[in-house]
Structures are given as C-alpha cells and as structure tokens.
C-alpha cells in the first residue's frame, strides 16, 4: 500500500464513525446483546411496491427522451384503480404520517410526482424538498451498483457511487449524520421533505431511474 492509498485508508476509517448503519438494530449473532437506541431525528421508511407497477411506470419512462426529467401525467397516476401508484404512494405516506404523529392525517395531497432518468456520471446534488414527506422509488438500475469493487472505488465518505444518501445534522462524537442506503428496484423510501439527501454518481453503463414525489400532509 502506497503513502496515499494509506492516507485515503485512514481518513476513510476515521469518518467512517459519523456514518448510520443501516442494520444497526440487527443483533450480531455470538455477541451479548445490545440495543442501539436511536430516538431522536428524522424518520425513514422503507416499503416496496408491486413489481407490475415498476413494470408499468418502465413500460411510459422508456417511451420519453432520456436522459432527462419529466411530469408523470394524471393518466399514469391513476392507472390500476386499486394497485395505482396515486393510491400506494397516498397509502404509504398516510400510514408514515400516522405512525409517526399518532393520527391519521386527515388528507394526503400528491403536489407532484416525477421520473429521473440518468446516465453515468450524473450527479445528483444534496438537496431537499418543498412539501411535507418526499419519497424515492427506483424503477431501473445500472449493472454496476451490485459492483461492490467499483462500489468501494467510488466510495466518498459514505457516499457510495449510485446510493441514495441522507444527511442530518454535523460531524459530532456519537452521532450519526449521514446514512447510505443501496438502491433496489421496487423499493420506495419515505422521508421528511426537509431531508437533505444526494445521490454520487455511478459509473458505466446503464441507466439510474427513480420516481421522486413531494406529498402535502393534512393534519
Ligand atoms: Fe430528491
């Protein structure tokens, strides 16, 4: 190992402790127990949707230009009634509201919902939303993100190349202020819209693509 290689190795290590794990509650097995308390902060949640709608939501992305941005129609919103992605998203998000407020909220407002299609080496910079719970759901991945070799090339404390990364309050001794999560497609991530998160770019082929939304909460 070279001096700078040693250098990058140690500086990694030390900011490696500022970092949330996010199977911090899963128990070692062969060690004594011990639980790590987290009550304070901002609240993630994760589910998963139906995979007949990743298809479907795959099946309008791929007929837009790309790499871009776009508007998700009402049409698209509310296609399959029941198994909609208006009537998931408004499902999950009342169901995070209602945990975490011990109330059902009252009504859940779509304001927007949209789709990001993005080629290698598109960053994504830190920032946050203008609604009350934001929401990520990945709908397409590049073959690299299961690289862990070029996952560890490209790893930036924390910040893993293609990971959805949330950020929360400073560098303090015992506390965690940053969290990176390993996209997965189906999977939606639900979030307070104040939440500052980034994604790294990747690099490779393929095609990072994920549905973002910014929901009202009515109390
Ligand atoms: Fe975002």
Redesign the pocket.
Known sequence: MSDQERRIATKTRSLRKYEGDPQAFVPVEGTPAIDLLSPFGPMIARTSVPQALTDALNHFADRMERPGEFLIPPNIMTAGGDASLRHLIEAAVSRYAEVLENKKPARIHIDVAWIICQPAATP?PA?F?SCDV?G?LYLSLPPGIDDEEQTARTYISGRKAGYINFIHGDRQRFSRSLVSFKPSIGVLYLFPGWLL?VAEPFLGPGERRSL?FNAIVGE
Do not use: K, L
């Open positions: 994504s920032h939303h934001s990520i998160h973002s």
